[in-house]
């Protein structure tokens, strides 16, 4: 929360299911499309789910930082928390933002697979402060 900002909840039946199949833990960020607004961040180890309840209405992608070791010491930036070994960051395309209006569910998979559906293109660190 110290570096992206607390949860937006809406009173919604909206969820995002986020499982995350990778072999490193991640966080990850529900962004709101139209104003880069930060709406979620939760960190989800490698192997787990986590689900995200009570997201306003709108479009949004997903932006993660994946790797091993958390340290809460490791600079990112303008605050504190990070990976120690094979961070990387990663973003969905634009052709898999999803939205959501009133009841919608949605349920990402994260992991690479060899002609998967979900386009997604690796960025900097740095880009997702």
Request: charged share 20%; glycine share 8%; proline share 3%.
């Amino acid at each position: 929360n110290n570096c992206f900002g607390k949860g937006i909840y809406r009173e919604s039946n909206n969820s995002f299911v986020i499982e995350n199949s990778n072999s490193t833990d991640v966080v990850v960020l529900l962004v709101n499309t139209y104003n880069d607004v930060k709406v979620r961040n939760e960190f989800i180890r490698k192997g787990s789910s986590f689900t995200m309840t009570k997201v306003p209405s709108g479009t949004y992608k997903l932006q993660w930082i994946s790797g091993n070791n958390w340290s809460p010491n490791v600079k990112m930036k303008s605050c504190y928390g990070g990976f120690q070994t094979n961070m990387s960051a990663s973003e969905s395309g634009p052709n898999d933002y999803m939205t959501v209006t009133t009841r919608d569910r949605w349920t990402v998979t994260l992991y690479n697979v060899p002609g998967g559906n979900m386009e997604h293109n690796k960025i900097g660190i740095n880009d997702i402060f």
